[in-house]
């Protein structure tokens, strides 16, 4: 029987590619979830040590904590359950932060006071069109981070997660580590206290 | 979105939202590059902890398999009022373990009953000639 070149199948030449795993899906779509996160997980850290190598190492560790605990849990609570391992991250390097800082205590206002302030002073004008809203995109951008960097760690994070990373009350109880109650409270601290300092920057 | 906001809240918080999401969207090449390789040495670290943990853990169910197979056979040895483990319990113990680890052999061991069946005709043949 005459063979005809066509109908053998030649083996494609090997070629070495080094030791490269190739992704499972689970991997490809944690993969994907991360990425996903990355970037705002990063402007939340910055925002709370205000240096991005900081920043860096804390969504590194977020990563590292998050794959290793959690990646095996269904896809749909990796968002909160993410954000509860950076949150976590946050709080042990903000309160690192204060105890090595502790005896500048008394030359730096402390910023970590939930409690202060007259709350009628500082209900919104209802007449009045916004703070950001009169300022140009470069200033409003500006003045909206020194805004975030000025608020309390627990405040800012329930307003970076409820408003700009839109989880509902619980999946940001669950981020935070703390009750439905809390989350409202220190969000609504939060809303008074950026309006007042956008206020105060317009 | 279900924040507690006033109705004039909605234009700066979503002005906001805008620039965050801006701020997020135009980082820096380097940042971007770190970034990924976090993400990678993340998921890579991962993968080794599954690839690490694969042996201890069969070594472990091996250990354990011996274990129970080891208790049990000195439980039987002191219901039955012997205080050592015999021999034959030993060797029996090692045969479970042999047969429950190679799954290769366990049709052997199905057919046991047959190829004493087999000894015992060639044995009688042997008589009867």
């Known amino acids: 029987?005459?063979?005809?070149?066509?109908?053998?199948?030649?083996?494609?030449?090997?070629?070495?590619?080094?030791?490269?795993?190739?992704?499972?899906?689970?991997?490809?779509?944690?993969?994907?979830?991360?990425?996903?996160?990355?970037?705002?997980?990063?402007?939340?850290?910055?925002?709370?040590?205000?240096?991005?190598?900081?920043?860096?190492?804390?969504?590194?560790?977020?990563?590292?904590?998050?794959?290793?605990?959690?990646?095996?849990?269904?896809?749909?609570?990796?968002?909160?359950?993410?954000?509860?391992?950076?949150?976590?991250?946050?709080?042990?390097?903000?309160?690192?932060?204060?105890?090595?800082?502790?005896?500048?205590a008394v030359f730096t206002r402390s910023a970590d006071d939930d409690d202060e302030g007259d709350e009628i002073a500082q209900a919104p004008d209802l007449n009045d069109p916004g703070p950001l809203l009169r300022l140009s995109g470069t200033e409003a951008a500006r003045d909206l981070d020194a805004a975030l960097r000025a608020l309390p760690l627990r405040q800012r994070q329930a307003f970076l997660l409820r408003v700009w990373e839109g989880l509902d009350?619980?999946?940001?109880?669950?981020?935070?580590?703390?009750?439905?109650?809390?989350?409202?409270?220190?969000?609504?601290?939060?809303?008074?206290s950026l309006r007042r300092a956008l206020e105060d920057h317009a | 979105m279900n924040t507690p906001q006033t109705p004039r809240d909605g234009g700066w918080l979503e002005q906001s939202k805008r620039l965050l999401d801006d701020s997020?969207?135009?980082?820096?090449?380097?940042?971007?590059?770190?970034?990924?390789?976090?993400?990678?040495?993340?998921?890579?670290?991962?993968?080794?902890?599954?690839?690490?943990?694969?042996?201890?853990?069969?070594?472990?169910?091996?250990?354990?398999?011996?274990?129970?197979?080891?208790?049990?056979?000195?439980?039987?040895?002191?219901?039955?009022g012997t205080p050592e483990l015999p021999l034959d319990a030993h060797a029996a113990a090692a045969g479970d373990v042999d047969l429950v680890s190679s799954e290769d052999s366990l049709e052997f061991y199905q057919d046991l009953e047959f190829y004493a069946w087999l000894e015992a005709q060639q044995q009688d043949q042997d008589l009867g000639s």
């Open chain 1, 1 to 104: 029987m005459a063979i005809s070149p066509n109908t053998i199948a030649l083996p494609t030449p090997l070629s070495w590619t080094g030791p490269h795993v190739k992704p499972t899906t689970d991997e490809r779509a944690l993969d994907n979830f991360l990425k996903s996160v990355e970037r705002r997980a990063l402007r939340m850290a910055e925002l709370a040590t205000g240096m991005r190598e900081e920043a860096l190492d804390l969504v590194q560790d977020a990563m590292f904590g998050f794959v290793r605990h959690y990646a095996d849990k269904p896809a749909s609570d990796w968002t909160p359950l993410f954000y509860r391992v950076l949150d976590s991250r946050l709080n042990d390097w903000h309160r690192r932060r204060t105890v090595r800082s502790r005896w500048l």
């Open chain 1, 169 to 192: 009350v619980a999946d940001t109880a669950r981020a935070m580590g703390c009750s439905e109650g809390s989350v409202k409270t220190h969000l609504s601290r939060a809303l008074a």
């Open chain 2, 24 to 80: 997020a969207e135009h980082l820096d090449a380097a940042t971007l590059s770190r970034l990924n390789r976090a993400r990678q040495a993340a998921l890579g670290r991962g993968r080794r902890r599954v690839r690490e943990w694969l042996p201890v853990g069969a070594l472990a169910t091996c250990s354990m398999l011996v274990a129970l197979v080891m208790v049990q056979g000195r439980w039987h040895g002191h219901a039955g």
